[in-house]
């Protein structure tokens, strides 16, 4: 019965609050938290137990009309609050990303490919797709860089500083077709 798609986030812990500080049956926590009714009636009867209560109103998992209604009705179904992932966990932000260090020396020729290939490109694109700086960027376009002369432009996606559908949603806006 555990691990089901609609049970609670820490299922013991959540029946332990329940059993605390609601008046559900054993067979509505047990139901709700997708644990065995042996399971829950042990957790109310370690008085001495380790496992620290999860407040499932607070996390936003039942509402309390919810928990309401079925201290009111015995037999109803403790119903889990269903709530669509928000859109900083399912989209990849938009910052900086990591670059491992062993990749980092690539850097240079990948900003040199795009400064090259889009010169009207903003710092702030090149910035945010490849995780440099704008001191880095401006002193490739002004050759002040200390091994300017050593670069070859190299396409970033070859080197593995960035994917290729990044790439082409970070040209979009300046590349003219």
């Known amino acids: 019965m555990q691990g089901s798609a609609t049970s609670p986030l820490m299922p013991k812990a959540t029946a332990l609050w329940l059993i605390r500080n609601t008046h559900l049956t054993f ?3 047990a139901a709700f ?16 137990s380790n496992l620290r209560p999860f407040d499932p109103i607070a996390s936003e998992q039942v509402t309390l ?4 209604r079925c201290e009111a009705e015995p037999d109803a179904v403790l119903e889990i609050n269903v709530l669509p992932l928000a859109d900083s966990y ?4 938009s910052k900086a990303h990591y670059i491992p260090l062993a990749k980092r020396g690539l850097r240079p020729a990948s900003i040199a490919w795009i400064i090259t290939k889009f010169p009207n490109i903003p710092d702030k694109v090149v910035i945010g797709l490849l995780g440099t700086t704008a001191k880095m960027i401006e002193s490739i376009r002004n050759p002040d860089y200390r091994k300017v002369k050593g670069i ?7 080197n593995g500083l960035c994917t290729q559908e990044e790439l ?4 979009k806006a300046y590349v003219q077709d």
């Open 65 to 68: 009309a919810e928990i309401k």
């Open 27 to 29: 067979v509505q926590i």
């Open 152 to 158: 070859t432009p190299e396409h970033p996606v070859t």
């Open 168 to 171: 082409d949603k970070a040209l």
């Open 90 to 93: 399912t989209k990849k932000k």
């Open 33 to 48: 938290c997708s644990l065995h009714l042996l399971e829950v009636q042990n957790l109310a009867d370690a008085a001495d």
